[in-house]
């Protein structure tokens, strides 16, 4: 289901010629803090005005198109924050954007519906999304400052506190899970007559969701904790 | 063609240490009407390391490969007896005694390869399981499911169904594999649009 990009990608490319190829890079770009009117802007000029290395961003941009990081790939402390900031800003759409606009379509279905299934896919979904903040919440107050006070260098960082990296890769549940759920009962099981507009766009809603949740963790799993790693066996 | 051969995905490893030949052979499969999974490696020193466990169903190599290690090739055989060798030759070479199940040659046409490859499968002891897409769930999953709906652990399933927790385990396993659920809630739901539960008892 996620993109594979037929090609390598170079920063010679212009930026408006990869969203022709895969449109859901523009969740990257916001997460990066990018506006959208990129006009002809190659990714390396973009890089430039954005203060954003061209390495960095290359990384990302392969993963939204299907291709992870190199291994032996190796991106600088000032990276390594960027792709904190980045992650920050994919909580925000996760917490603010995404999810409550789902969580409307699924009371609009409810509302639209009366059997009481669909008075369950509510509560499941509000149970879901309950989970969801504790998890983001906990990155955001967590993880995310160890990271942070590892990375700039204070002292000690990861001597003087019980947190580690290694925790924070078993910490880091998979909340995709339950949003496989339920893609599958609406796919699958549930029986809900007509209101097309309405499903489709709860469906479009799950899997645009569903694909970023899953380059967010790629980007956590193989940049963040090998950086952070790394930097503890220092 | 046969039906097996689009249900039951087949795993394929090619021996090949030349990148151009192995991608194109990917790119002939690919575009076929096999359902397979493709993996590579290059030496079957590579082979050995990568599937001692786990065998693929098909292996395609490059016939120089075997060159000289016919024992090698051997012991993939007693390792994983139910494996296929196809042999995959440079130009038209009279065939290895006995160490392929198939051949054919890189001039060979597209067609013919693919057509070398699916006949194969008949011959596959497993092929003629029928993998059934069913995915209605038996009386006992059902059983379990209520249980686990219910709030129950897999301890608890097990004594009141009188079967051993391993057991359970397994059927949830494959509960989740067919209803695509893994959550306990979204079983509940499940459960109840399958009036396998009332809804009175979650109210």
Redesign the interface.
């Given at each position: 289901m996620y993109y594979h990009s037929k090609y390598r990608i170079n920063s010679e490319m212009k930026m408006i010629h990869l969203l022709e190829e895969n449109h859901l890079l523009l969740l990257m770009l916001q997460h990066f803090e990018i506006d959208f009117r990129v006009g002809d802007l190659t990714i390396a000029q973009l890089c430039r005005e954005y203060d954003i290395s061209e390495n960095l961003f290359i990384g990302i941009t392969n993963l939204y198109s299907g291709v992870r990081v190199a291994n032996n790939t190796s991106f600088s402390k000032k990276d390594l924050l960027r792709v904190i900031n980045f992650l920050k800003n994919s909580h925000t759409y996760y917490r603010s954007d995404k999810y409550p606009q789902i969580r409307n379509f699924v009371f609009q279905l409810k509302q639209n519906h009366p059997d009481?299934?669909l008075k369950?896919?509510e509560?499941?979904f509000d149970?879901?999304f309950a989970e969801v903040l504790e998890h983001l919440n906990y990155e955001d107050t967590i993880a995310f400052p160890y990271f942070i006070a590892l990375l700039e260098n204070k002292e000690n960082t990861a001597a003087s506190t019980n947190y580690s990296s290694d925790e924070y890769s078993e910490h880091h549940t998979d909340i995709e899970?339950?949003l496989?759920?339920?893609k599958?009962?609406l796919l699958?099981?549930?029986?809900i007559s007509d209101d097309w507009m309405l499903r489709r766009q709860l469906l479009f809603a799950l899997y645009e969701l569903e694909y970023d949740l899953y380059i967010h963790s790629l980007i956590e799993e193989t940049i963040l904790i090998p950086a952070g790693i790394g930097i503890e066996n220092e | 063609m046969n039906k097996t051969l689009q249900q039951t995905q087949q795993h394929i490893v090619i021996l090949e240490a030349s990148k151009i030949i192995s991608e194109g052979l990917y790119g002939v499969l690919f575009h076929s009407e096999i359902n397979c999974k493709i993996d590579y490696c290059d030496t079957l020193d590579d082979f050995f390391e990568l599937f001692e466990t786990k065998a693929p169903h098909i292996l395609i190599a490059n016939s120089m490969q075997f060159l000289n290690r016919e024992k090698e090739v051997k012991k993939i055989r007693k390792i994983h007896p139910n494996i296929l060798i196809v042999g995959m030759d440079c130009m038209h070479m009279p065939k290895t005694n006995g160490l392929f199940d198939a051949s054919f040659s890189l001039y060979d046409p597209e067609e013919q390869i693919i057509q070398t490859i699916s006949k194969l499968f008949e011959k596959q002891p497993f092929a003629h399981q029928t993998k059934t897409d069913d995915?209605s769930l038996s009386e006992r999953e059902i059983e379990v499911l209520t249980g686990i709906v219910n709030g129950f652990s897999n301890k608890e399933i097990a004594e009141s169904l009188n079967i051993s927790v391993h057991t359970v385990v397994t059927h949830r396993k494959n509960i989740t594999a067919k209803?695509?659920?893994?959550?306990q809630?979204?079983l509940?739901?499940?459960a109840?649009?399958?009036e396998i539960i009332s809804?009175d008892d979650?109210s």
């Open positions: 009481k299934e369950l896919l509560q499941f149970e879901y899970l339950k496989k759920d339920l599958n009962l699958k099981h549930l029986k | 995915e209803t695509g659920i893994r959550s809630s979204g509940t739901i499940y109840i649009s399958k809804i979650f």
